[in-house]
């Protein structure tokens, strides 16, 4: 049972990122270079905006752009703090899979703007905002459904690798908007919404919710025991997908006697849990910085291709050196390869996910494994601005090394973090609290993914330079914004080693 929800929870938030992606991917196709394509076939004054698909087709496209991710983003981000109430006092499955359902649904309705012909801006507002707002059921749902079946132990591997989900989505969505986008780009949408409606449908014929509902023991997540002094006790409670001898789930064929049903912590009671202030407000700036490339990326790549190829070098205070390679391989890259070069971000996200669970759980550092990968990651995109495009080779280990970066601690604070906070030793056991406190965390990083790419719209006018400078100062404030959490953390690495040599009286 384990196995399935992880599997399951896998495969649906894949397909929730899977329908995301496609926007990005066909930006660069509502508003391409039309002057590459040849003459204009229906001999029109305006020669240049001749292929775009209206509204796009106007100086101000950047900024439409933008209105489309923040009409999004605003209404995830506002829908997202609503959304963890509700998880906590509906049934996740239904909830779960009627949130995919819709969201199918309104993806698909985008994609079917380009077979309708519709060429009014609010028409695409408005499935945006409401696709926005069902896309909030996701998150919330499927964090309480793997925190409902596994205890703390090595929370942070099993969920580093179980939140790559995020980064298969992404890659999946990009490679199957990029297979229509030159075509029919409606196919780009039309098909991801079909696939999530699918796995929503699943989800809901398939997916156990808790272990009581089985007749399974839930994990214990803050039991004080001898096993956790021995290390032959907690390993022999060890097994197949168990993390660790506090987390086992034991099931049986004998009927438990039903237990009371706590009560679903307020908003406010979750916000006095200690850390989800800090870790809410660092995944602002996180979250900022990740879904600026997510949406941005490939557009960026192909401006600066198109850039490079129309000058052959950049100018000085442009976004590089004057002495910078003019070979860039860029300039051929068009919105399907751009979109497929974009995907090597997501694969370097899949690794710090991996990596920032891995090293969390060994240390017990989370707040300290995003802030040494945040203070890493502002140089990384600095480099990546001025020396990423210089080759193929470097592009590739450039976006690598940032998705690592970028992704690892967005990664842990929403899987592991979340999950540990929302099952606190403050609650006392009560598990109730663990949709609400997602929400919280992920509600308030919502808000930071709605910024981003309003402020990547707004200033990538006066040049690509400006929009890393804006990422790198995120990367710093969300560092800073642990930093209570980290001395803690450090405090407490220095009181334990003291007391391990005997240096502290008992």
């Given amino acids: ?212 509902d089985v007749d399974c023991s839930p994990p214990l997540h803050h039991v004080m025991t001898t096993s956790e002094k021995d290390p032959e006790a907690v390993a022999s409670h060890e097994g197949p997908l168990s993390l660790s001898g506090q987390s086992s789930v034991d099931c049986s064929s004998s009927p438990k006697e039903p237990a009371e049903e706590p009560e679903a912590i307020s908003f406010l009671g979750a916000l006095r849990i200690p850390g989800v202030v800090e870790f809410s407000l660092c995944l602002l700036f996180a979250k900022l910085v990740s879904y600026t490339f997510l949406y941005w990326l490939p557009l960026y790549i192909v401006n600066v291709g198109e850039f490079w190829g129309q000058q052959g070098r950049r100018e000085p205070g442009k976004g590089a050196s004057p002495h910078s390679s003019p070979l860039s391989l860029t300039a051929h890259f068009g919105a399907k390869e751009a979109g497929d070069l974009s995907t090597l971000f997501d694969v370097g996200g899949i690794l710090g996910g991996i990596f920032a669970g891995l090293i969390s759980d060994y240390t017990g550092g989370r707040a300290t494994t995003c802030c040494v990968m945040l203070v890493i990651a502002a140089p990384m995109l600095f480099l990546y601005n001025h020396v990423g495009q210089n080759g193929i080779g470097t592009s590739i280990a450039m976006l690598i090394i940032c998705g690592a970066l970028v992704n690892g601690p967005y990664a842990l604070i929403t899987t592991a973090v979340s999950a540990d906070l929302g099952t606190h030793e403050s609650l006392k056991g009560n598990a109730k609290a663990l949709s609400t406190v997602t929400a919280i965390i992920d509600g308030t990083g919502s808000v930071g993914a709605a910024l981003g790419p309003l402020l990547a719209g707004l200033i990538s006018p006066t040049g690509w330079n400006n929009v890393f400078y804006m990422l790198i100062a995120a990367d710093v404030l969300a560092c800073l914004l642990l930093a209570r959490v980290v001395v803690k953390e450090a405090r407490g690495w220095c009181g334990y080693m003291a007391r391990k040599r005997g240096y502290v009286r008992p």
């Fill in 1 to 212: 049972y384990r196995g399935l929800t992880l599997v399951l929870t896998f495969l649906c938030y894949a397909s929730y990122h899977l329908s995301r992606k496609p926007i990005s991917i066909v930006k660069s196709q509502l508003h391409p270079n039309c002057s590459a394509l040849g003459p204009n076939p229906r001999n029109d004054s305006n020669s240049s905006t001749w292929c775009s698909w209206a509204p796009f087709d106007g100086d101000n496209y950047k900024e439409l752009f933008g209105a489309l991710d923040n009409a999004f983003l605003v209404a995830y981000a506002i829908g997202m703090f609503i959304s963890g109430i509700f998880g906590e006092r509906l049934p996740l499955r239904y909830y779960l899979s009627g949130g995919m359902v819709l969201s199918g649904l309104f993806t698909a309705l985008f994609g079917l703007g380009y077979f309708w012909d519709i060429h009014v801006l609010w028409y695409f507002i408005v499935v945006q905002v409401c696709n926005g707002l069902v896309q909030t059921t996701g998150w919330p749902a499927v964090v309480a459904c793997v925190g409902n079946w596994f205890g703390k132990g090595k929370r942070g591997l099993i969920m580093g690798i179980w939140n790559s989900h995020t980064s298969v989505g992404n890659i999946l969505g990009s490679l199957i908007a990029g297979a229509w986008v030159s075509s029919a780009w409606g196919l780009s949408f039309v098909v991801p919404g079909i696939i999530i409606t699918t796995v929503g449908i699943i989800c809901f014929f398939f997916l156990v919710e808790y272990p009581e």
